[in-house]
């Protein structure tokens, strides 16, 4: 069976294109970027809609070019909801953002203080995502994790949208357990040093099996490997995971937690994106004007 | 005036959406100011199909073989918006939504908004914009004023949209637009490049000093197309007034030709 990759969770605005070129040749066909924060506070709203354009526009454009289908989540990211430049006004221009073609869900959103407001702009997107029938993509802190996940959990409870349609990520052993209990699907970030590594991620799988269980790179501009799902898979391999199973993980999962009411499918995923050089955004070339005809298909 | 009128609009509402009567009624229920969040959905609830080749076809007001049920679809929702919506939904919109709402003037009626919207749609670097824009009906050549209309000319020359897609344009013609077309294809010419097929034609109804020469020496083009628009340029000329040499030319252009296209514009 040949490998195919769901990557659903990468930030290729801060990526290179030969990240795209590695990835496609490592089996990615879909990446999907959440979006997030930029590593520094915006100022006002108009960033954060120049960012959201990109999202749905150029970065997609530079993704096809690479043979990779793009696909992305909307959202008011956790740190920044705490920031009241931006906060309310990001939630009057997000729900046009949520009917665009290539959006396929709600996030980045959930916690990361764990402040009241954070709280309070996460159930106000959760209430979006059920009025725009649309999964989320729940960030959960990196600080007091656990309790962070549980309370990701009782807001998204409280909230009336329906479990299977919540993925709790960054997740890691302290947290398998609460978030299969809960009925929602569990991310793994494999993130270099932190996180979760290859090795432990293979070593969860092994116990927990692979039932509702998502895995990716969650790479961003910081010290992050676009890779990380494949040497994942590499491993998993050689611990002696049938392709079947290694299909549900990287492929089955995200692909039918985010494919739903037209908002793409399998079909659309497994198709070729339209490899053309000589294709534009609004006039602008990732070949930054080398001659179309001597590239490589 | 709007170039498609409300009949019109209900009979294409029955014969291509009949079986989206109920997301139509849907979407007017939440008002026009509902497609600031939902326009971006109509491809997704009507569908990017075309609406076929048996569709409304006017050689001088709109051609709709280009539209799609989406197309359609916004056009019926955005016929009596407020000019503030659409600016501001054309301003917001993906390159689906920015078609569509172009597509859309053409069921209102034109004033300063239909203006601003195609020259900010000229601005795009995005061809399908500019042709949704442009192409297929005459609503550039009867909303813009000659400098405006003369720029989206010189952009469709170069993007080499078909001279029979810009509908109207030949009755806006002027000695200055063909002074222009016929510099860009001098330019052309001298760095190598193709020209655009159309100048020549388009610049015989209105033709400025240089458009007879170039028609005589294009008439025996190696290139077929530019041939061919040479023999409609020179027939164009020969409709306002007689010209023995140009008649002499077509004549003998006539025994010469055999490319069967060429032929029957020669009739």
Redesign the interface.
């Given at each position: 069976m040949q490998l195919r990759i769901f990557e659903p969770h990468c930030h290729m605005f801060s990526r290179i294109t030969d990240d795209y070129v590695a990835m496609r040749a490592a089996g990615v066909r879909v990446v999907l970027e959440p979006a997030f924060w930029l590593g520094q506070p915006r100022t006002n709203v108009g960033s954060f809609i120049d960012y959201f354009?990109t999202l749905?526009?150029w970065e997609r454009h530079r993704s096809e070019q690479f043979g990779i289908h793009h696909v992305c989540t909307m959202g008011l990211n956790p740190r920044e909801a705490n920031d009241d430049r931006v906060n309310d006004a990001v939630m009057e221009v997000l729900?046009?953002y949520?009917?665009?073609?290539s959006v396929v869900g709600i996030g980045e959103i959930g916690l990361d203080d764990m402040t009241a407001r954070e709280e309070k702009f996460y159930e106000a997107q959760i209430q979006l995502a059920i009025a725009h029938d649309l999964p989320i993509l729940v960030h959960t802190p990196h600080r007091n994790k656990k309790q962070g996940f549980l309370r990701c959990l009782e807001i998204a409870k409280a909230s009336g949208i329906a479990m299977d349609r919540v993925l709790l990520d960054h997740g890691n052993e302290e947290t398998v357990r609460i978030t299969l209990d809960s009925g929602a699907m569990q991310g793994f970030s494999i993130y270099p040093n932190t996180k979760m590594s290859p090795e432990r991620m293979v070593k969860v799988l092994q116990e927990f099996g692979t039932e509702r269980m998502i895995i990716n790179s969650a790479c961003d501009w910081g010290v992050s490997d676009p890779l990380s799902v494949p040497k994942t898979v590499a491993l998993m391999r050689q611990a002696g995971f049938s392709d079947e199973a290694i299909d549900t993980v990287v492929w089955k999962n995200p692909v039918g937690f985010f494919a739903r009411?037209?908002?793409g499918s399998e079909e659309d995923w497994m198709a070729e994106p339209r490899l053309d050089w000589t294709e534009?955004?609004?006039?602008?070339s990732v070949l930054r004007g080398q001659d179309p005809s001597k590239m490589a298909k | 005036m709007s170039l498609l009128c409300p009949t019109e609009l209900e009979k294409l509402e029955t014969a291509h959406l009949a079986d989206r009567r109920e997301a139509l009624t849907d979407l007017r229920a939440k008002g026009p100011a509902g497609l600031?969040?939902?326009?971006?959905?109509l491809?997704?609830r009507f569908g990017r199909e075309l609406l076929g080749p048996e569709v409304l076809q006017d050689p001088n007001r709109i051609d709709l073989r280009a539209w799609r049920r989406c197309d359609l679809a916004a056009a019926l929702l955005l016929a009596k918006a407020e000019d503030a919506l659409l600016e501001k939904l054309f301003q917001?919109g993906?390159t689906?939504e920015r078609q569509m709402v172009l597509r859309a003037l053409s069921a209102r009626m034109i004033d300063d908004a239909t203006r601003r919207i195609l020259e900010a749609a000229h601005r795009?670097?995005?061809e399908a914009v500019f042709r949704a824009a442009y192409a297929d009906s005459a609503l550039a050549a009867m909303a813009l004023d000659d400098e405006s209309l003369d720029r989206g000319i010189l952009k469709a020359a170069f993007l080499g949209i078909d001279l029979g897609r810009l509908i109207g344009v030949e009755n806006r013609a002027r000695p200055e637009l063909s002074a222009m077309l016929l510099d860009f294809m001098t330019e052309r010419e001298a760095a190598g490049r193709r020209i655009w097929p159309g100048s020549l034609e388009l610049a015989a109804h209105a033709p400025c000093v240089g458009v007879r020469s170039r028609i005589l020496g294009d008439l025996w083009h190696g290139e077929d197309l530019r041939r061919y628009h040479a023999v409609r340029g020179a027939r164009i000329i020969l409709g306002d007034h007689d010209d023995e040499e140009l008649r002499d030319q077509l004549r003998l252009r006539r025994e010469r030709e055999r490319a069967p296209f060429v032929l029957a514009a020669l009739g």
């Open positions: 354009d749905i526009g729900p046009r949520l009917e665009k073609g009411n037209g908002r534009t955004f609004d006039g602008n | 600031e969040v939902f326009l971006a959905a491809p997704r917001q993906d689906d795009q670097n995005d």
